[in-house]
């Protein structure tokens, strides 16, 4: 079955707003017809939402026809508004960032369309090319107090959330633990912690800009044409350094290819020690809030190490100043 611009689904899908095809016509003409001859699901990585690959065939009015690959997905409304900002965003460094070429509505919510981009995630956080830390420092300053209506802020109200989900996984978790003596130290942690005045606060002194807000290898694809940064589900309004305190370290090499890139942007310096003191914020922030992934998915030593940097964080950011 396939599916032609400016048609309904032939599965049967209502569409309440817009066409997952309609941007063929934009791109090739109101004569081109796209059809859909091949639809694949994608189920890698830890969640599978609805997403497939559509294999289209372009036929043009005059005969000639080109293959394309794309990615359908079902989205919440914050990557839809994420994914529109981010497609507002022609720099030429930013070339990980995916290119949104429609979104719409269906009786399931949601959905945009995106190029298919192949690759696979960096073997880890410390392998992720300098295209997305380029790409990020873009965004980051293009969004400086931006305002994206339905997106999360850093705020108060988002620090209780977050440690009300992460208790919470900590907490089911621990019952099924093989070795639940660090869970209980994480729990301790994140008990002690909930409405800190350090943390709390400190963000409300920051900047906000645009941030992915879950960056980690498996939300990245590296390809033959370069770095795509995808799955921008948790985009957020907050301080910049949420994006970066999981891939680099202040003052290392490829730290200074995202201040490179971010004070070419921005026409000026980056504020580094304002920089330094976000970037120990968010690192406490960051490892608190994937301890309940670690839990799961990776053990106790995982946890350990967590539980260990965001110490670390926590003591540099109380000798701060800003």
Known sequence: MAWQCGSMPSDGVGQEAGHPLDWV???WGQDAVARVVR???ITNGYSSPSVERLDLLIEMGDGTAVKR????????EA????????RDVTDTRASALPRLLADGTDAAGPWVVLPFYPGNAPASEADVSDDVLESLAVVHVRHVNATLPGL?????TWWDNGFRHVDRRLSELLPFAS?????????????SLRGDPLLVRTPERLSRTLVHGDIHANNILAGPAGAKIIDWGAGTLGP??????NLVAPGSPRFAVYVEAWEATAGRALDLPRANLEYQWATACVNIKYLG???HHLGGDAVREMLRRARGALDALARSEV
């Not at 690959?69 to 919440?76: E, F, I, M, P, S």
């Open 39 to 41: 639809r694949t699901p």
């Open 240 to 245: 910049a350094m949420l994006d970066l305190a």
């Open 79 to 86: 990557e839809v508004t994420v994914l529109r900002a981010l």
């Open 25 to 27: 016509k934009i791109r």
């Open 293 to 295: 992934f670690a839990a």
């Open 152 to 156: 999360p802020v850093v705020d108060g």
């Open 179 to 191: 070795e639940p003596a660090p869970l209980h130290e994480a729990l301790d942690l994140v008990r």
């Open 69 to 76: 690959q794309v990615l359908r997905k079902h989205a919440t």
